[in-house]
């Protein structure tokens, strides 16, 4: 099972769209930014995931049954 995590893209979604994991804290880092998302838009992004990782974490329960994380 891979860690938490959410894939990002601008515009329509892609196969390798930007992905950033959740730590446990309920912090992200920044996996790859394949999607080449401007610096200032991915730093608000990041910022959204975080104030909603408690729900990403529950939904990502709810879904695989089980959680992982990056640390």
């Given at each position: 099972?891979e860690?938490?995590?959410?894939?990002?893209?601008?515009?329509?979604?892609?196969?390798?769209?930007?992905?950033?994991?959740?730590?446990?804290?309920?912090?992200?880092?920044?996996?790859?930014?394949?999607?080449?998302?401007?610096?200032k838009?991915?730093?608000?992004?990041?910022?959204?995931?975080?104030?909603?990782?408690?729900?990403?974490?529950?939904?990502?329960?709810?879904?695989?049954?089980?959680?992982?994380?990056?640390?």
């Open positions: 099972m860690p938490v995590h959410v894939h990002i893209s601008e515009g329509a979604p892609q196969a390798n769209a930007t992905k950033v994991w959740i730590t446990k804290s309920g912090k992200c880092i920044l996996s790859n930014n394949n999607s080449k998302i401007p610096e838009t991915l730093r608000s992004i990041l910022r959204i995931i975080e104030a909603r990782s408690g729900m990403i974490i529950r939904k990502w329960q709810e879904y695989f049954g089980e959680t992982d994380y990056y640390c």
